[in-house]
C-alpha cells in the first residue's frame, strides 16, 4: 500500500511539472527577440555604405608594372587600378563609344575587328577601399554620388560655349604701340655677324 500512495503522491508533482513546462514554452515564445543581421567580420565597414549613386571597380596586376623593386611594382599597381576604376566610371557615365568592321569573302568571315574608347570628364568621385588579391593584383573601388552625374551628364549634353575676344586684344594693341612710341626700337643689323675679310 506504501507504493500506491507514494506513487499517488508523486502523480500530481509529475503533472505539475509537465503543466509547468508547457507554460513557460508558451509565455517565451513571444518574448524572442527578432535576429539582427550581423555584418561579416571580412568585409571592411565602407563596403558596407549604400551609395547614391554609381560604383566602379578598377583591377591591375602587380608583375606586370615597370619598377626595379617589388615595392614600386605594389604602387604602380595601385596607380593603374585606379585609374582603370576612372575609366569604369567614365563609361558608366558616357557611354562606350564601340568601332566595328568585318570582312566576308566566300560567304565565311575573313577579317574582324572591333574598337572600343571612351571619353570624358569625371570629377567629385569618392574612393571606397583599395583591397590586395591574393598578393598579385590590387583592386579599387571608386563611388559617384547622383547630384555629380546628372551636373556631369547635364554639362556634357549642353556645352558652355565660350567667346573670343577680339576687342580687348586691339585695345591692349593699342595701349602698348602708345608707350612704345617714346622708346627707341632696336634694329637688327646682319653686318654685325659677317667676318671682316681683312
Known amino acids: 500500500m506504501q507504493n500506491t500512495s507514494s506513487s499517488l503522491a508523486r502523480f500530481p508533482a509529475l503533472c505539475l511539472f509537465m503543466l509547468g513546462c508547457c507554460l513557460s514554452g508558451c509565455a517565451t515564445q513571444g518574448m524572442v527577440e527578432p535576429l539582427r543581421p550581423q555584418p561579416p567580420s571580412s568585409v571592411p565597414p565602407l ?95 571608386l563611388a559617384l554620388e547622383q547630384t555629380v552625374i546628372d551636373e556631369l551628364v547635364s554639362t556634357y549634353r549642353n556645352p558652355v560655349k565660350r567667346e573670343r575676344r577680339t576687342d580687348t586684344v586691339t585695345k591692349a594693341v593699342a595701349k602698348d604701340a602708345s608707350q612704345k612710341a617714346g622708346q627707341r626700337e632696336f634694329v637688327f643689323n646682319k653686318n654685325w655677324f659677317k667676318k671682316d675679310a681683312s
Not at 66 to 80: D, E, F, P, V
Not at 83 to 96: I, K, M, P, S, W
Not at 105 to 130: H, P
Open 47 to 141: 563596403m558596407l555604405e549604400q551609395v547614391d549613386g554609381i560604383t566602379a571597380t578598377g583591377y591591375a596586376v602587380i608583375d606586370v608594372q615597370k619598377g626595379q623593386t617589388h615595392a614600386q611594382r605594389r604602387l604602380m599597381a595601385i596607380r593603374a587600378s585606379k585609374l582603370d576604376a576612372y575609366r569604369n566610371l567614365t563609361e558608366q557615365v558616357y557611354g562606350l563609344y564601340v568601332e566595328s568592321a568585318s570582312q566576308m569573302g566566300d560567304l565565311a568571315l575573313r577579317n574582324e575587328s572591333v574598337r572600343a574608347r571612351v571619353q570624358g570628364l569625371v570629377y567629385g568621385s569618392r574612393l571606397v577601399s583599395i583591397t590586395p588579391l591574393g598578393g598579385e593584383t590590387y583592386e579599387t573601388k
